[in-house]
């Protein structure tokens, strides 16, 4: 198992990042990106070689991409332009994906973006995910679907678009909050999983909200994932306690 973090949980400049997770006892960081005209280094030449020294000298490894801006360019959009552009913007985030050994791109469906009930089989849903995912096969990366969908839900898109390169990016607190039996759902969703974010509810430290975290430790060791849990956990005044405090109870609970 290797435990990360997103970014901007760390609370200092983007140039600090690298360093500050290696400080705090994480092995990644999940690059956190806003829209396809967003000026995130890792969109251009000379940030992606500015990523890749922070990460060779920190010794800190890139986990993963999270375009949250997606949700603009959202499957669903009945203009044709700018859900290509969204298209054509997870293809770029597959192909750089590689230089950095990343294997996960979390593709967000929250605020406007939201995929709604009984629109989960959608067939625009369903052919933008096959088309990017095609793409995504071709380097080795996996589309992790985050939203606001049940357990059964995502893995009926997952089956639907039938590719491997499409799977869930599970979240937890999210899935608490929504009222969704969390160990319950990541034991189906065995094979499945992609990546985990690992979220209490109601803005609280790992363990302190209501998320069963004994029951969802326990289901993850279930389903034999082994791969990268990433911390999306809120901090409160001091950021270095409140990341340091999440990734022990982490570290312990897969332990």
Known sequence: MQYGIRDGMLRVPFEERFNKAKALGFD?????????????????????????????????????????????????????????????????????APQFGVGVILVPFFGNGMIQPGEHLNKRLVDGFKESGEVAAKYGVSLAIESTLSGDEHAALVDAVGLDSVGVYYDMGNATSKGYDSP????????????????????????????????????????????????????????????????????????
Not at 197 to 211: A, Q, S
Not at 217 to 224: L, Q, S
């Open 28 to 96: 990644g960081l999940e690059l956190c990106l806003g829209g396809a005209e967003d000026d995130h280094p890792l969109l251009n030449e000379a940030g992606i070689e500015q990523i890749q020294q922070l990460s060779d000298e920190s010794g800190v490894a890139v986990s993963s991409f999270s375009p949250g801006g997606f949700t603009s360019y959202t499957f669903f959009l009945e203009d044709d332009e700018k859900r290509q552009l969204g298209i054509r913007y997870l293809n770029r985030l597959s192909r750089v």
């Open 184 to 255: 319950t759902e990541i034991r189906a969703l065995k094979g499945k999983l992609a990546q985990i974010h690992m979220k209490d509810t109601g803005g609280n430290h790992l363990g302190e909200g209501e998320v069963d975290f004994s029951a969802v430790g326990a289901a993850i060791k279930a389903t034999g994932y082994d791969g990268w849990l990433v911390l999306e956990t809120p901090v409160k005044e001091d950021a270095d306690a409140s990341n340091k405090q999440n990734l022990k109870f982490t570290r312990k609970l897969l332990s």
